[in-house]
């Protein structure tokens, strides 16, 4: 009788401990995956027991809607000869920026995504700081950026194009360590819908 007390207050220290631990929290990393932790991420943006499952980076799509053949058509060629210029400057085939644009923002300069990325070729704000890109909402300075890491995905993986593509979605991390395009659905996605605008040369086709 003696030990129920502080058996039944051990039982009660256990069960919240396990429902402590079972508890996941979930939030944006800078590179627009997402992370899942056991604990919440703090103000030092470091967490000390977590696991991780990262997926590929959204896009702008609300940016899309209610866009016909005829106003993509309109909005690529408003663009188009600054993206030609960016894509000239970091050896690039114009109509891959504009297909990359088209995907990412639909070539609306003011895109926000969930995932916090902005501007025609939705930099994260890390990846625009790295970049040199002072106003990511700055169509012309967008889109130079966002060519110059597009080029640089190329020359990290070899010329190889889809593998830029889902380096420039998920991250060349992602891609190092799984050794290919990731297993995230949206940037097997985001691959095959570049490559397949870039390949017709129709980076305002319909969606």
């Known amino acids: 009788m ?3 007390a502080p058996l039944l207050a051990l039982l009660a220290l256990l069960a919240c401990g396990l429902a402590e631990s079972a ?4 939030t944006r990393a800078a590179d627009g995956s997402m992370v899942f932790s056991d604990a919440p991420i703090g103000r030092d943006g470091l967490v000390r027991r977590s696991y ?3 997926y590929g980076r959204e896009t702008a799509t609300a940016s899309c809607v209610g866009l016909g053949p005829r106003s993509l058509v309109a909005r690529a060629e408003r663009w188009r000869a600054q993206a030609t210029a960016a894509a000239t400057r970091h050896g690039l085939d114009p109509d891959l920026v504009l297909a990359v ?13 969930r995932a916090g990325a902005v501007g025609l ?3 994260m704000p890390a990846t625009a700081r790295e970049l040199g890109v002072r106003d990511s909402l700055d169509a012309v300075a ?7 890491y597009l080029a640089q995905m190329l020359a990290r993986f070899d010329g190889d194009l889809p593998l830029a593509l889902a380096a420039y979605n998920a991250g060349p991390g992602n891609v190092a360590r799984h050794g290919g395009i990731p ?7 985001y691959v095959r819908r570049v490559t397949g605008l ?3 040369g129709s980076a305002a086709a319909r969606p």
């Open 142 to 148: 967008n889109l130079d950026g966002g060519s110059r």
């Open 183 to 189: 297993p995230f659905p949206e940037t097997r996605a």
């Open 121 to 123: 070729m939705q930099l």
């Open 198 to 200: 870039y390949g017709k």
């Open 52 to 54: 991780r499952g990262r």
């Open 23 to 26: 508890s996941v929290h979930k």
């Open 2 to 4: 003696t030990l129920r």
């Open 101 to 113: 644009a088209r995907v990412e923002s639909c070539f609306d300069p003011a895109a926000r995504s």
